[in-house]
């Protein structure tokens, strides 16, 4: 298995361990004289620790003065073809001092661990779970043959569960014996939690949202979002069930996101690693977000979590630097707050104001007369504009210090509207009151200058402003004002 490239996170490693350094001894009968390295997972990373070179007999060590920084998987790395490839993984969790003996021609199989009760739990259930798939290979081959009979893909089907209630059996006994091992806390973590039937109410009807409900409170109980070693797996779990959790349990809304938010990173505060951790992938996911109005909830993070000063114990100045005006650029043109204006000169060198528009819409469109994508859309701004369908006008700001520059686009895409140049301004860059990084970047503004909408594709007007519109009218209609 190829790994990936190489890179330095700036997730630094922050938690370590009370022993003192680690010693991993090792024996791999069937290598001999070559260089073997120390790898180790991180979030979605794979990154090498430590270089140690194997003897005639297949012996080598990895030894540092310090421990380990993270709990969690490790692996061994040797160089096939020129290539780093991955051998076998085990853990570091409790114990760093200990020592590995098995053979090439099955890592896992011949696996002996001394000194370190865990990862010998890890490689007797990786030999389990092994045996039951050899186990339930034919039976998959059945099912997946589309030439098999009914009744022989029930008997495989039937067969197929009996060996995955014998694995979850064995999962459940490591679990219950060995809970405060890495192992069972990995195997745990797993698993779904099973969600109750709701409960019958003294009428006799059943309260709809009572397993939406018991779901969003119960959703971590078998994953414990305080266990660094969780961070550190062959997948990123950690970051997948937090989307989950993020993504399909909770109206995609900031107060709501919010609130979700909050309840497990109160529970990975327990350790620093975890809360570091947890609150950064979740300050990633809003930084550019796919539903339109969910960067609040990315200045609402920075706010709580970053301009307070609780990550300081990770974050340099450099990097809390750049979140913080990332967090303001965005903080000025949120959804819902009145869009602050913009006053620049036309071609004509004209101050024109984006206030001064009276249009019942007004389509802020920030493009760059460079731009490639921006050369796709404008010509569909421009036949959306010239349909007339809605009372709009377009105030286009060009990024461009160029004023002929802007000139030839004005003419070359017959631009029928107001259209500015963004250096020349009377109020500040756009850029410190606008998120508008990206070109073509687009804003909706209401008749009392308040963002209704931003980057919508231009593709999407139509349908965002007759859903808008709709809205609006049954809002008016509830209210009797129709």
């Known amino acids: 298995m190829r790994l990936p490239v190489l890179i330095i996170c700036i997730l630094l490693p922050l938690a370590g361990f009370a022993q003192a350094g680690y010693h991993l001894k090792l024996k791999i009968e069937g290598l001999k004289d ?59 969790a409790d114990k760093q001092q200990f ?26 259930n990786m030999v389990f779970n092994s045996e039951l798939h050899k186990e339930a290979d034919p039976f998959i081959k059945i099912l ?26 064995h999962q459940t006994n490591v679990i219950a014996k060995n809970p405060n091992t890495l192992t069972a806390k990995i195997l745990k973590a797993h ?19 009572y397993q939406l409900r018991w779901y969003r409170k119960h959703f971590f109980d078998n994953f414990d979002l305080a266990e660094p070693g969780l961070i550190c797996l062959q997948t990123p779990l950690y970051k997948d069930k937090i989307n989950e959790y993020l993504d399909k349990l909770f109206i995609q809304q900031p107060d709501s996101i919010m609130s979700a938010m909050a309840s497990f990173i109160d529970r990975a505060k327990a350790n620093q690693e975890t809360f570091k951790y947890a609150t950064w992938i979740t300050l990633l996911k809003y930084q550019q977000p796919d539903i339109m109005g969910l960067d609040e909830v990315y200045v609402r993070m920075y706010d709580k979590y970053y301009g307070s000063g609780l990550m300081d114990f990770w974050v340099n100045d450099k990097l809390k630097k750049n979140l913080k005006e990332h967090a303001d650029r965005m903080r000025n043109s949120l ?14 060198f004209k101050a024109k104001s984006m206030y001064d528009i009276k249009n019942k819409y007004t389509v802020l469109y920030i493009f760059d007369p460079d ?24 105030y286009a700001v060009s990024a461009d210090t160029s004023m002929q520059k802007m000139r030839d686009y004005i003419k070359d895409m017959k631009m029928p509207w107001i259209t500015v140049n963004g250096p020349r301004t009377y109020v500040g860059p756009y ?18 200058k308040k963002i209704i909408a931003k980057k919508v594709p231009v593709d999407k007007l139509d349908e965002f402003f007759t859903q808008y519109e709709r809205f609006k009218n049954v809002e008016k209609s509830k209210s009797g004002k129709l």
């Open 34 to 92: 070559t260089t073997v390295y120390l790898g180790n997972f991180y979030g979605e990373t794979t990154y090498i620790k430590d270089t140690a070179r194997a003897n005639s007999r297949g012996e080598f060590e990895f030894k540092g003065a310090k421990p380990l920084i993270y709990r969690g998987v490790y692996f061994i790395v040797l160089m096939q073809n020129g290539k780093p490839a991955r051998q076998f993984d085990f853990l570091i």
């Open 99 to 124: 020592s590995m003996e098995t053979k090439s021609s099955d890592y896992v199989k011949f696996m002996k661990v001394t000194g370190d009760p865990d990862n010998t739990l890890f490689f007797e």
């Open 144 to 169: 997946q043959d589309s030439t098999q009979s009914t009744d022989k893909k029930k008997e495989a089907r039937l067969a197929y569960t009996a060996i995955n209630e014998k694995a979850m059996a």
């Open 191 to 209: 698993r779904p939690v099973t969600i109750p039937d709701p409960p019958k109410r003294k009428d006799g009807s059943i309260d709809s949202t």
């Open 335 to 348: 959804v819902g707050m009145k869009a602050p204006n913009l006053i620049m000169q036309d071609a004509a």
């Open 371 to 394: 731009c490639g994508h921006c050369k796709e859309e404008t010509p569909k701004l421009v036949k959306f504009y010239n349909a007339h369908k809605y009372d709009l006008q377009v």
């Open 431 to 448: 850029g410190d009151l606008y998120d508008a990084i990206v070109t073509p970047s687009l804003y909706i503004i209401d008749d009392k």
